[in-house]
């Protein structure tokens, strides 16, 4: 095919401040945390234009600030290096920052636990003394302070190791962990798909650790080499493929002195997904799940025997969706349960046998997280709105109606901190910026601000978001700043339209490189069809055993209607660009719906869902075997020979999410199948792209496909 040669893109220096500000992330407080005794906020935050994370702490009377820590003085000097098990970690949790990425406070508020380059160092918060603990060789994973704050746990050579910190000297708590059955660590579909990244958890007295045995025998095993140096044998993982064989995982109880393990015991044949570990409040109580993940059980289980005993069953016929906040035990009351039975999300209180108590959070009310529950005065936080597009924070107190905590901000994410005495807040909205506050749980006083160094973004906004007719998907649409009334536009189509995520929402950040992009020439426009979540149960689950078909008419459906309502959508010119489901349905629209689509760019793009792994794919597609029309519906290479479109397929090789794999397969069936494509290896680069000149030269590439085809 001939592209025309396109005018070059403007505004650069957006482009660039963008990518050197990690998209205007880098300066603002994360991880808000209220001490205890509510006098101070302690929070990381770095430099305007640094990725490395210092820790600081706010004085809640004053509102001065002060530096406690930083990497340059832990390091004296040294370079941060990370463990590619480090590294693995920090991209399960999509953390680009580094640094201090994380931080733990014991309970009593007196000590913090912070690590950096695979070593632990405690701080103690009265004279910033900082110790060094006395770890053995390789990176220590996972640090937890146990519930006294005498001690520290990790995962060191495949095994739970702790050291007191009176003594400063390490032992094993887990013994004969090894590289392929290790011990303490979550496996890999638990960090990526169930949204659990911890693999072993104290007992309230800290007396005892439950932990998790991890055995990848039989796994197949995937190789990502580094292809500007082939002389460096590739780095290994286990990687558990749809149809294929998943990590065994067993959870055992052991003292932290040493002794016999007791490995609890459960219909494992049945239910063989560990899906959440919970010691705090309550019994010690699993989630477990069968492979199919339309089945799972709420289990209380005896430490001291082993035995577990089934409190909730939860069905659904299609699959049934994981969060992590629960069981939430209320001492000596019952547990807070999370369910769509009932039609859309639902929060109900259990009685310690797992019966029914009351319906906290009706269905309806738009429950989208939980906050947190503070017993003493019997009120649950949540975040969450009817409208999908927005989430504000609400009170339940004593099963009550659900009351609106004023809050700014069209978009909320909070944590009940302090004792419960505080919540920590971020809030924004499509005219500001993340900006963080605390305030008292019991609404009283006034808020403080968490203060901020980050660079302010001097794009503005112009975004309108709407709900197509008859109940269907919201839309957001972004028109270029210079934009005529009644002119034609060509059309860009920013999508995802996968399950768990939205693009529709009340938020600046994520939208200002797509306004960058409509001032380029043109209209970016996103709808959330079916599949996407915050509606009701029926509307995520329109996509069971078919991410295509729905998912991909749902996009063009949207479009076709939204440009009767915004006459200048140029329907003749429409372009599609996405990320991981969101490339995967880029190419499902360019080579599928030639007929509605111009080009399009496919970012990390899952092409055949029998490569991608186990717990995600199975829970929307089936397990292979019995649902093979399934796979071959969803798959690209399906749609193969009706291509007819530019397409331009970018991929890190190095991803260890969706592999390179994917993008090398649909460009061989291209290519043998005599249809021009583009393709843009991104050289080391994984899921994450942080680094900013390779950012900024991705959004250029993007920009300029678009000219030349559109």
Request: with cysteine; hydrophobic share 40%; proline share 6%.
């Given at each position: ?533 915050r509606r009701t149960r029926a509307w995520e689950r329109a996509i069971s055993h078919d991410f295509a078909t729905v998912t991909a008419g749902d996009q063009i459906a949207g479009l076709q209607a939204l440009a009767k309502k915004v006459p200048e959508l140029d329907l003749s010119r429409v ?136």
């Open positions: 095919m001939t592209l025309l040669s396109a005018a070059p893109v403007t505004d650069v220096a957006f482009l660039n401040e963008f990518a050197q500000t990690r998209r205007y992330l880098a300066g603002r407080p994360v991880s808000v945390r209220v001490t205890h005794d509510g006098k101070s906020a302690l929070f990381l935050r770095s430099e305007a234009k640094d990725a490395r994370q210092m820790l600081f702490e706010l004085d809640l009377a004053t509102g001065t600030t002060k530096e406690l820590l930083t990497p340059e003085a832990v390091l004296q000097g040294a370079s941060e290096k990370l463990t590619a098990a480090e590294k693995a970690r920090l991209e399960r949790q999509r953390v680009s920052a580094r640094g201090f990425t994380s931080y733990q406070l014991s309970e009593d508020g007196a000590r913090l636990l912070v690590g950096l380059s695979g070593k632990l160092y405690v701080v103690e918060r009265a004279d910033r003394k900082v110790t060094a603990l006395k770890t053995g060789e390789g990176a220590c994973i996972d640090p937890k302070f146990s519930p006294d704050g005498k001690s520290v746990a990790y995962v060191r050579d495949n095994d739970v190791q702790l050291i007191e910190l009176s003594k400063n000297v390490e032992r094993r708590v887990t013994k004969g962990g090894t590289e392929s059955k290790p011990h303490g660590l979550a496996e890999f579909v638990a960090q990526e798909e169930m949204g659990r990244f911890s693999g072993y958890w104290f007992s309230p007295d800290g007396k005892s650790i439950v932990f998790q045995e991890t055995d990848h025998s039989g796994m197949e095993t995937f190789g990502i080499a580094d292809p500007m140096h082939p002389e460096v044998a590739a780095e290994q993982f286990h990687y558990p493929r749809p149809g294929k064989k998943n990590a065994t995982v067993k959870v055992g109880v052991t003292s932290i002195s040493g002794g016999a393990t007791t490995w609890l015991t459960w219909d494992a044949a049945t239910f063989p997904y560990v899906a959440t570990v919970t010691w705090k409040s309550g019994p010690l109580t699993l989630v477990v799940q069968n492979r199919e993940q339309t089945k799972e059980q709420v289990l209380s289980a005896d430490p001291k025997t082993g035995k577990t005993t089934v409190l909730l069953t939860e069905e659904d016929a299609a699959w049934l969706n994981l969060d992590q906040a629960f069981p939430l035990w209320w001492k000596d009351v019952g547990f807070f349960w999370m369910t769509e039975r009932n039609g859309a999300a639902e929060v109900e209180l259990r009685k310690p046998d797992g019966s029914l108590s009351a319906s906290w959070v009706k269905p309806g009310a738009g429950f989208d997280a939980l906050v947190g529950f503070d017993p003493a005065t019997k009120t649950l936080f949540f975040s969450g709105e009817p409208d999908p597009t927005k989430s504000l924070l609400f009170k339940v107190v004593d099963a009550g109606a659900p009351q609106l905590v004023p809050t700014p901000g069209a978009t909320v994410l909070a944590t009940l901190t302090g004792g419960g005495q505080w919540l920590a807040v971020m809030h924004t909205s499509t005219t500001q910026m993340p900006k963080h506050l605390v305030l008292r749980a019991d609404g009283t006083g006034t808020p403080v601000t968490v203060p901020s160094v980050a660079i302010e973004p001097s794009l503005a906004l112009s975004m309108e978001i709407s709900q197509l007719e008859n109940d269907g998907p919201w839309t957001a649409v972004i028109k270029p700043k210079d934009f005529v009334k009644g002119q034609k536009y060509p059309v860009v189509l920013e999508v995802y339209g996968g399950p768990r995520h939205q693009e529709v929402t009340h938020v600046l950040r994520e939208n200002l490189v797509l306004q960058w992009l409509a001032n380029q020439g043109f209209i970016v426009v996103k709808l959330d069809g079916r599949g996407t979540p372009g599609v660009y996405g990320w991981s489901f969101g490339g995967y349905l880029a190419g499902l629209l360019a080579l599928s719906r030639g007929d509605a689509v111009k080009s399009a760019v496919a970012g990390a793009p899952v092409v055949d869902w029998l490569d991608y792994d186990t717990h995600y794919t199975e829970r929307y597609l089936g397990v292979p075997d019995a649902h093979p029309k399934a796979y071959e519906v969803s798959s690209l290479l399906t749609y193969v020979p009706q291509a007819k479109r530019p397409l331009l397929v970018i991929h890190g090789t190095a991803d260890d999410n969706v592999y390179f794999l994917h993008t090398l397969k649909l460009s061989d069936a291209m290519f043998k199948a005599g249809k021009p494509h583009t393709v843009l290896p991104l050289t080391n680069f994984t899921h994450m792209v942080p680094d900013p000149l390779v950012t900024e030269r991705l959004w250029e590439r993007i920009a300029t496909w678009f000219k030349e085809t559109l």
